[in-house]
């Protein structure tokens, strides 16, 4: 089936640093993927999603590209600030039927000023 | 962006009592699911709806039951709470675009925890 496998954490980095949060996914058709954020004590917020291959996603300062030839959905951003500490899901939908969302188990990012 | 509201946030009760979960969102979406967040974050599908009277259980056995009588409200009902049912409980809701894909839009979520 479907699988979402993304880069264990937790991951801790200081303010105005890259961020790199790794997401690969094994999908039998051709899925639409997404970057999902959890801020403490809240529910998940959609940050970005990409619909098809080569498609970048971005919001926020975030960005993450479609890559069909690595299955890969690489969350990336240029400079962390303390408020983007939060849990991150990257997750696909298969669009082909079943509609449902798959996730991956979630990085929690934690940024030191 | 979709307005989903879930009632209460938080509770915490007894063993052996039943309990409703609320869930209700006003963009007019057909789809709706519940998800079960344990402590490691990990989310699990319980339940899943497609539209009135329509509803499905998810990947993720769970002894909570869903009604579906009117679009927007989607209720997660336990009949006799145990400890084991302690967790954060998700709702959320799509729509389906023409020639596109579903995208999920979640409630703030319940912490429910029993004694």
């Known amino acids: 089936g479907d699988s979402v496998t993304q880069m264990e954490g937790p991951v801790t980095l200081s303010e105005e640093a890259f961020l790199t949060i790794n997401c690969t996914y094994t999908?039998?058709?051709?899925?639409?993927l997404f970057w999902y954020v959890q801020y403490p004590g809240e529910g998940l917020q959609l940050l970005l999603k990409?619909?098809?291959?080569?498609d970048k996603g971005s919001n926020k300062g975030f960005e993450a590209t479609y890559r069909k030839e690595t299955t890969s959905f690489h969350l990336e951003k240029g400079s962390v600030q303390v408020s983007d500490s939060a849990v991150y899901f990257c997750?696909?939908?298969?669009?082909?039927?079943?509609?449902?969302?798959?996730f991956g188990k979630g990085t929690k990012l934690t940024v030191n000023p | 962006e979709a307005d989903i509201y879930q009632t209460p946030r938080y509770l915490v009760i007894g063993t052996g009592k039943k309990i409703t979960l609320e869930c209700s969102q006003t963009?007019?979406?057909?789809?709706m699911y519940w998800y079960q967040q344990d402590p490691g974050m990990e989310l699990h599908l319980i339940h899943y709806?497609?539209?009135?009277?329509?509803?499905e259980k998810g990947d993720l056995s769970s002894e909570s039951t869903v009604s579906r009588i009117r679009t927007e409200h989607f209720p997660l009902t336990l009949e006799s709470a145990r400890p084991s049912h302690t967790s954060q409980y998700l709702c959320?809701?799509?729509?389906?675009?023409?020639?596109?894909?579903?995208?999920?839009?979640f409630g703030p979520g319940t912490r429910l925890t029993v004694l």
């Open positions: 959320a809701s799509s729509e389906r675009k023409t020639g596109g894909t579903d995208t999920q839009y």
């Open positions: 999908a039998t058709g051709y899925p639409s």
């Open positions: 990409a619909t098809k291959a080569d």
């Open positions: 997750a696909l939908s298969d669009g082909g039927g079943s509609e449902k969302l798959v």
């Open positions: 963009m007019g979406h057909d789809k």
């Open positions: 709806s497609y539209g009135v009277n329509s509803t």
